[in-house]
Nanobody
Framework: QVQLMESGGGLVQTGGSLRLSCAASGRIFNIDAMAWYRQAPGNQRELVAAITSRGYTDYATSVMGRFTIARDSAKNTIYLQMNSLKPEDTGVYYC?????????????????WGEGTPVTISS
């Protein structure tokens, strides 16, 4: 089994910054990619930023230039530095990992989600 531990959410004012962390643990043979998603009330969950095992990154247009995703491969951890926060960044932020896991004789690629960390930006 694979577990994700998220941290760093909170309440900040418009223009402020937050740094989210997500650590993956458990039976992980290899991580293909990790990502941050967010879901605002009444909206669908959307991709915020992703990073692959090779370091390639992808961002939602709405966060480009303000958010930065980074990883510490040795710790199976990713970070999301969020600057110049806006009220529309408010939501629950979820971490996702795509990894190779399972029994040694039959490993398979699986997706796992964290429980989410709330981020609230006040105007």
């Amino acid at each position: 089994q694979v577990q994700l531990m998220e941290s760093g959410g909170g309440l900040v004012q418009t223009g402020g910054s937050l740094r989210l962390s997500c650590a993956a643990s458990g039976r992980i043979f290899n991580i293909d990619a990790m990502a941050w998603y967010r879901q605002a009330p009444g909206n669908q969950r959307e991709l915020v930023a992703a990073i692959t095992s090779r370091g390639y990154t992808d961002y939602a247009t709405s966060v480009m230039g303000r958010f930065t995703i980074a990883r510490d491969s040795a710790k199976n951890t990713i970070y999301l530095q969020m600057n110049s926060l806006k009220p529309e960044d408010t939501g629950v932020y979820y971490c996702k990992v795509e990894c190779l896991t399972g029994p040694i004789e039959d490993p398979r690629s699986m997706d796992y989600w964290g429980e989410g960390t709330p981020v609230t930006i006040s105007s």
